[in-house]
């Protein structure tokens, strides 16, 4: 009796600590009722055994309970551009249902990619129209957020020719400057802790974490000679564009979430992109332009300061998370 009691509560306290937030370190996990693992215990693999690390180069462990496969994966802390939850190069999106997308935006404009109750992820597109082309070239320059009544913001910054010693982010929170050391594993976080900012590399390369929002993995890249060749962007010497690659990872988006990237984690989404298209390109520029970078204010934006905080999220036990590309690009949890 005294072991069925024991056994009990060891079950329990495992189904307990399975519901707690992903964002504590772990080596292994056990999968909670109501998950697609349900009672399986998961432990992380040799060669990435825990989900956090001290070496920026280091791949870490991530363990999904509702992947249909139930195993644990590496992955690396820096974006990966053919993931979903990524935008990168003439931006190119992969949505959270894991279709590709091209959104041309506009140079030297703003647009929503995530706008939800409590979270809005705005973008600044520069690039240029070289003479006999019908749209401009555009790449991602900076990122906006706003949450919880505040603001951050990182921006590649402009400089003609790239140097890989130079560091080329600037940050703000709350449009004051955020000095973020530079070196490995350097971290800023705000007073009260709801946003980390780390260096995954010496130079270039961050991890933003939005507390039980988001994770957004981003580098600064410049357009390479090489780049310029193929694309036939004709670059102007003065300026290698440096732009954003990013991945996201959201941890609880509603059913109302929209924008140009937030749209496509919605239930009830119909990717206007064609599939087998070389290039499938969506439209909206006017259903999602911005008055600025930490602007809430478009046709189509949902977020709201004063709702934020009522937040309706996503019934994760009746959501599909094959449907999001094996959890890649959203967080399923209960």
């Not at 190069?89 to 140079?107: L, M, N, Q, S």
């Not at 990717?271 to 911005?290: H, I, L, S």
Request: hydrophobic share 30%; aromatic share 10%.
């Amino acid at each position: 009796m005294e072991f069925t009691k024991t056994s009990s509560l060891l079950i329990f306290l495992l189904v307990f600590v399975s519901s707690l937030i992903h964002a504590k370190a772990y080596q292994n996990l056990y999968c909670g009722r109501g998950t697609r693992c349900y009672g399986k215990y998961i432990t992380c693999p040799a060669e990435c055994p825990n989900s956090e690390t001290n070496n920026p180069k280091t791949k870490v462990c991530q363990i999904e309970c509702n992947k249909p496969t139930c195993k644990a994966v590496c992955r690396s802390r820096k974006p990966n551009c053919n993931a979903p939850g990524s935008g990168c190069y003439d931006p190119r999106f992969i949505g959270g249902d894991g279709r590709v997308f091209y959104f041309h935006g506009k140079t030297n404009e703003h647009f929503s990619l995530v706008s939800d109750s409590n979270l809005q992820i705005n973008a600044r597109f520069i690039g240029h129209r070289p003479e006999g082309r019908s749209r401009d070239y555009t790449w991602i320059q900076a990122l906006g957020i706003l949450f919880n009544s505040k603001s951050f913001s990182l921006e590649a910054t402009k400089t003609p020719q790239w140097n890989d010693e130079l560091d080329h982010f600037k940050f703000t929170y709350n449009e004051n400057q955020v000095a973020l050391a530079e070196g490995s594993l350097s971290t800023w976080h705000s007073e009260e802790k709801d946003i980390k900012v780390e260096r995954v590399a010496s130079k270039n390369s961050v991890m933003v974490t939005v507390k039980d929002v988001a994770e957004i993995l981003v580098n600064v890249v410049p357009i390479t000679k090489e780049d310029d060749r193929i694309h036939n962007y004709q670059v102007p010497s003065d300026d290698c564009f440096a732009h954003l690659e990013v991945q996201f990872r959201f941890f609880a988006l509603s059913q109302k979430v929209d924008g140009v990237l937030g749209r496509t984690y919605r239930l009830d989404f119909e990717n206007p992109a064609k599939p087998g298209v070389a290039m499938p390109v969506v439209g909206g520029e006017d259903k999602y332009r911005t008055n600025s970078l930490l602007s809430p204010d478009c046709v189509s934006c949902v977020f709201s300061q004063e709702s934020s905080a009522e937040k309706e999220t996503m019934e994760y036990g009746t959501l599909d998370c094959t449907k999001f590309s094996n959890g890649l690009g959203i967080v399923c949890r209960k």
